[in-house]
């Protein structure tokens, strides 16, 4: 029972200073995400009293800046890297700029700092997620539907890595799709309904976002020849002219475009000690609970022990009385050798 207890006690004193350590390791990079052809702003804070030599670079490969070398920098033509020191509290940060993002630009960007030994002493991670839409939209086939009137339109884009579908407008209306957007063959494909004669502007588009009409000209489609139009304006210079509703026999929703188009959000990182924080705070709380737990099993196990060797020993004790009484009571019932009987 002892040796048990001793070895709970062990076990619960590694694991606390194990947490205890854990809360001063720093927590991970921060991840930020970026949508493509947005302008993004990433800080990487270093410690400039200790620092006698910092290098940056982009997942394992060589480092695009090395301080010893300030001459051997290379970034891409989309990124500019520059300087900012603060000199109340020795804190320097390297600011890295990408305008316009790219997908070839996701990946995680460390900044590492070394002391005059040529010793690591930090570093500082940034992750970084770009999303990109689908590609440009081609229609390259259609066929005759429903009495002459409707037409097929098999529409395809590049397939992204958010989810997309395909937008056509026809004589400002946005038009009904047949189908629901599939991905085969890495592109994107839907099957677009249209009209007879007018021409039909295709485009491919995010799920959450909706293109005006006027946006949407990714690539044009003339339903009388059934090939691809040379007119990639779906909003020229308007004149006045009468138009005529088309007579059809069969009536199929058309939803109204908009002309909306959805803002440039500029994803920005200049606050990284705010999400370290947060990440600190969410890894002590989980720590803290992780101690509680085991704390309150170790307690549970010595209650439980106890109780169970308090239990033991009633039993022996209870066991060893009933022995005593049934002695007692052999002795009273078996009468004594040598003793007078009623007929003597």
Known sequence: MLETQENLTKIAFVLFHTIFALLFIRCGGTIISSIEGERIEMDFPYPCNISSRVTFQYGNRAPYYNSANPGSMSLPSNQNLTFDTESDNNECSLHLIINPVSRDDAGTYILTAYNANNQYIYDERVGLRVSYPPGKAKCDSSEMYIDGEWITIQCSAPVGNVPGHILCYQTGMRLPP???????????????????????????????????????????????????????????????????????????????????????????????????????????????????????????????????????????????????????????DTPLQGSPTDED
């Open 178 to 332: 047949l189908t629901s957007p599939e991905v085969i063959s890495g592109r994107l494909r839907q099957v677009m309904l249209a009209r007879l004669p007018e021409l039909v502007y295709c485009c491919s588009s995010t799920t959450q976002e909706v293109k005006g009409r006027c946006d949407c000209k990714d690539t044009s489609w003339n339903p009388i020849r059934s090939d691809e139009s040379n007119v990639t304006d779906p909003c020229p210079i308007i004149t006045s002219t009468a138009t005529t509703p088309l007579s059809h026999t069969a009536t199929f929703p058309t939803t109204e475009g908009d002309n909306t188009v959805r803002p440039t959000t500029t994803a920005r990182a200049n606050d990284f000690k705010s999400d370290k924080h947060f990440d600190y705070f969410i890894t002590l709380l989980v720590l803290i609970v992780i101690l509680l737990v085991l704390t309150c099993c170790m307690f549970a196990y010595i209650l439980y022990s106890r109780y169970k060797g308090m239990d033991h020993r009633y039993i022996d004790n209870a066991e060893r009385m009933s022995h005593l009484t049934d002695i007692e009571q052999h002795e009273q």
